[in-house]
C-alpha cells in the first residue's frame, strides 16, 4: 500500500542533523588521524540513504501513481539539492585555486573540467592529490548516487509493490554482505572505481526506506523511546571499534532499517518541533560544505604542527566554522534559491489561465 499524502516527522530531523554532524567529524578526524573521533560515521551516508527513501514515498508515492507527475517529481528533487551542490561545488574551486598559489600541480584546464562535472553533478574521477570522483567537494559523491536512485524511483515506480520491493532489498543485502567481507568494511563509494558499491550502497538502503514506508511504522511512542533511539544512533556512528565489516552489515540491514522503522513516528513536544525543524534544515548545508572548510583548516593545522591544546581549540573552531557556513548558507542561498526555484516549478504545474477575448 502506498501511503497517502505526507506528513513531518520531527526525529528524524534530529537524526539528519545528528548524522551531518558525525560526518563532519569523521572528515576532521580523517585529516588529522585521530582513530577513536566518530569512527563510524561513514555509515551515516547509508542512514541518509535509507531516510531519504522513506521520505520521499511518504511525500511523492502517492502522486506518483499519477505519470504525468514524473517530471514534476524531478524538477522537485532538482529544487531541493542542487543549490547547495553548487554552492558546495564552488566553494571547493575557490579551495583548490588556493592550493595551486601554494604552489601544488594542478591543471587549470582540469579545474576547469571538474568544475563543470561538479556543478552538473557528474562523477569526474581522479585528479593530482585526491581519487575522490567529486574532487572539488568530496560528499557530493554520495548525492551523486541519492539522485541516481531518485531517478530510478521515479521511472520504475509503477512496479515498486512490496513483493518487489522484497526481492530487491533482499537482493542489495546479499551483494553488500559479499561485497564487505571481500572488502573488510563499506567506507566505500567516493572513489574511482568504486562506483558499483556505491550503487550497492545506495540501492539497499533507499529502497529499503521506500519498502519501510509502504508496510508502515511501529505505533507512536514518546519520551524514553525517543532518547534511547536518539542514543543508539550516536552510539552506532561514534562508538571507538575499529572498522569492520560485519559491524557495517549490521549497522545498515538491521539498525538503521529497525531505528526507522520503530520511532519515526515519535511525539515530540510541540515546543521542541521548530527546534527540530532548525537543526533538520541546517543539516544538507552543513554536510554539503564542510568539506572544503575542512581542507582549509587542515592546511593551517599540519603546516603549523599544533600542540595537543591548539589542536584540540582549532578543532572547535573548525566545527563552530562549519556550522555558522552552514547557517549562513541556509538563511542566504538554499532556502531563497528554492523558494525562487519552486515557484518556477509551480507554474511549470499551474499555468497561468490564458485571459478572456477582449480583455486586456
Not at 559479499?178 to 550502497?201: I, N, P, Q, Y
Not at 543508539?232 to 560485519?246: R, W
Amino acid at each position: 500500500m502506498i501511503p497517502r499524502g505526507s506528513r513531518h516527522y520531527p526525529i528524524l530531523d534530529v537524526y539528519r542533523a545528528i548524522a551531518s554532524f558525525a560526518v563532519v567529524l569523521y572528515h576532521i578526524a580523517g585529516s588529522l588521524q585521530i582513530a577513536s573521533m566518530a569512527s563510524h560515521a561513514y555509515v551515516a551516508v547509508d542512514f541518509f540513504f535509507l531516510l531519504s527513501g522513506f521520505v520521499i514515498d511518504r511525500a511523492y508515492g502517492r502522486r506518483l501513481e499519477d505519470r504525468s507527475f514524473k517530471l514534476e517529481f524531478l524538477l522537485l528533487r532538482f529544487v531541493r539539492l542542487w543549490p547547495m551542490i553548487v554552492l558546495g561545488t564552488l566553494v571547493g574551486a575557490v579551495v583548490s585555486i588556493g592550493g595551486l598559489l601554494r604552489g601544488h600541480t594542478l591543471d587549470l584546464n582540469q579545474m576547469g573540467l571538474v568544475l563543470a562535472f561538479g556543478v552538473l553533478l557528474l562523477p569526474f574521477g581522479r585528479m593530482p592529490l585526491t581519487a575522490s570522483i567529486f574532487p572539488f567537494d568530496g560528499p557530493l559523491w554520495s548525492l551523486f548516487y541519492e539522485v541516481v536512485a531518485n531517478v530510478a524511483y521515479c521511472f520504475v515506480f509503477r512496479w515498486l509493490r512490496i513483493p518487489v520491493l522484497s526481492i530487491l532489498v533482499v537482493l542489495f543485502a546479499i551483494a553488500l554482505v559479499a561485497v564487505s567481507l571481500e572488502k573488510g568494511d563499506l567506507e566505500l563509494g567516493a572513489r574511482t572505481g568504486e562506483m558499483s558499491v556505491g550503487l550497492l550502497r545506495v540501492g539497499f538502503s533507499f529502497f529499503a526506506g521506500v519498502f519501510i514506508s509502504r508496510i508502515g511504522t511501529a505505533s507512536s511512542v514518546g519520551g524514553t523511546a525517543a532518547i534511547t533511539s536518539v542514543a543508539v544512533l550516536i552510539g552506532v556512528l561514534f562508538v571507538p571499534l575499529p572498522q569492520h565489516a560485519i559491524y557495517d552489515v549490521a549497522c545498515i540491514l538491521v539498525v538503521f532499517p529497525l531505528l526507522i522503522w520503530g520511532s519515526a513516528e515519535t511525539a515530540v513536544p510541540p515546543g521542541w518541533r521548530q527546534a527540530c525543524s532548525f537543526v533538520g534544515e541546517l543539516s544538507y548545508p552543513l554536510y554539503a560544505l564542510h568539506y572544503p572548510i575542512t581542507r582549509i583548516f587542515f592546511y593551517f593545522q599540519d603546516t603549523l604542527a599544533l600542540g595537543k591544546t591548539a589542536l584540540a581549540f582549532s578543532i572547535v573552531l573548525e566545527v563552530i566554522t562549519c556550522l555558522g557556513a552552514a547557517y549562513v548558507a541556509t538563511k542566504l542561498v538554499d532556502q531563497p534559491v528554492r523558494n525562487w526555484l519552486g515557484s518556477r516549478v509551480e507554474r511549470i504545474r499551474s499555468p497561468r489561465v490564458a485571459p478572456l477575448a477582449g480583455r486586456t
